[in-house]
């Protein structure tokens, strides 16, 4: 049901709507916010019962902010793409920001008639007080993040879900910013999450569990990393990257193992 607070986005030149997903985070919440405000035509927020300020700060940017129940993160953006009312839309995540140099890009290319249907954007990410621009960090593209609402759907995957697109797919050249963690700690409680998501979606898919992913799969993801995407380059904070995502990796196939386990009772 949608909040009951006047809409202090007002339509603006752009025909666009701006759909954010959000769950406890409020530490980015206004931020993510004011980087769009008064931007767009439309401002939509889908909150996933928050039990923070999360949802109490999106009414003071916007009317229309939903509460879904969090099924997976596909089914979840396909509901806020439904709530969109115009052609064209930007998906934007609590942790990321809008830019004014973005902002112009996609004004120039919503403005377009031979423009693509779908748009990924890169992204810079800030991680322990620098910009990571290794690892695998730059340019960082998740799904499309521009696109024409009859033309892209998510595949309803419990996370890092992918998409079908019945159109052209291009890249814009402006970043967004995204600051992903605060800090170690936040790393891996987020991390946490995911990895019990990617667990569930590997039983759910069939995978095959063997005892050599615990070892191999965490490694192998470790020097990809700071070896291959040359996250030496970035100093300790590419060494610590990189070490943070062999163990993401490893509790990851862990759980698998767990849930495969657990299932065979």
Same mark, same amino acid.
């Given at each position: 049901?949608?909040?009951?607070?006047?809409?202090?986005?007002? !339509?603006?030149?752009?025909?666009? *709507?701006?759909?954010?997903?959000?769950?406890?985070?409020?530490?980015?919440?206004?931020?993510?916010? %004011?980087?769009?405000? /008064?931007?767009?035509?439309?401002?939509?927020?889908?909150? *996933?019962?928050?039990?923070?300020?999360?949802?109490?700060?999106?009414?003071?940017?916007?009317?229309? @902010?939903?509460? @879904?129940? &969090?099924?997976? &993160?596909?089914?979840?953006?396909?509901?806020? @793409?439904?709530?969109?009312?115009? %052609?064209?839309?930007?998906?934007?995540?609590?942790?990321?920001?809008?830019?004014?140099?973005?902002?112009?890009?996609?004004?120039?290319?919503?403005?377009?008639?031979?423009? *693509?249907?779908?748009?990924?954007?890169?992204?810079?990410?800030? &991680? #322990?007080?620098?910009?990571?621009?290794?690892?695998?960090?730059?340019?960082?593209?998740?799904?499309?993040?521009? &696109?024409?609402?009859?033309?892209?759907?998510?595949?309803?995957? #419990? @996370?890092?879900?992918?998409?079908?697109?019945?159109?052209?797919?291009?890249?814009?050249?402006?970043?967004?910013?995204?600051?992903?963690?605060?800090?170690?700690?936040?790393?891996?409680?987020?991390?946490?999450?995911?990895?019990?998501?990617?667990?569930?979606?590997?039983?759910?898919?069939?995978?095959? +569990?063997? !005892?050599?992913?615990?070892?191999?799969?965490?490694?192998?993801?470790?020097?990809?990393?700071? /070896?291959?995407?040359?996250? +030496?380059?970035?100093?300790?904070?590419? #060494?610590?990257?990189?070490?943070?995502?062999?163990?993401?990796?490893?509790?990851?196939?862990?759980? +698998?193992? %767990?849930?495969?386990?657990?299932?065979?009772?």
């Amino acid at each position: 049901m949608a909040a009951t607070r006047t809409n202090t986005v007002t !339509a603006g030149p752009l025909s666009l *709507s701006i759909y954010v997903i959000a769950y406890n985070d409020e530490p980015n919440m206004r931020a993510c916010l %004011e980087s769009v405000a /008064g931007w767009a035509a439309e401002l939509i927020v889908v909150d *996933s019962h928050s039990t923070d300020r999360t949802a109490a700060i999106a009414q003071e940017f916007t009317d229309k @902010v939903y509460q @879904v129940e &969090f099924t997976g &993160f596909g089914a979840l953006r396909n509901q806020a @793409v439904a709530y969109c009312s115009h %052609e064209w839309i930007f998906s934007l995540d609590t942790d990321e920001r809008m830019t004014p140099e973005l902002q112009r890009e996609i004004e120039q290319v919503v403005g377009q008639p031979n423009a *693509s249907d779908a748009y990924f954007v890169p992204r810079k990410n800030y &991680f #322990l007080g620098r910009w990571i621009k290794h690892c695998g960090w730059y340019p960082d593209y998740r799904q499309p993040q521009l &696109f024409r609402k009859n033309r892209l759907r998510y595949r309803e995957e #419990l @996370v890092h879900e992918s998409f079908d697109c019945d159109g052209k797919v291009g890249h814009l050249s402006q970043p967004a910013l995204q600051y992903p963690f605060r800090d170690i700690d936040h790393y891996i409680a987020k991390q946490d999450r995911y990895s019990d998501l990617m667990a569930r979606r590997m039983v759910e898919q069939g995978c095959r +569990f063997s !005892a050599h992913q615990l070892v191999t799969h965490p490694l192998a993801a470790f020097v990809k990393m700071y /070896g291959l995407r040359r996250g +030496f380059v970035d100093g300790m904070p590419g #060494l610590i990257l990189s070490g943070l995502y062999g163990y993401y990796t490893f509790m990851k196939y862990a759980k +698998f193992w %767990e849930l495969t386990k657990t299932s065979e009772r």
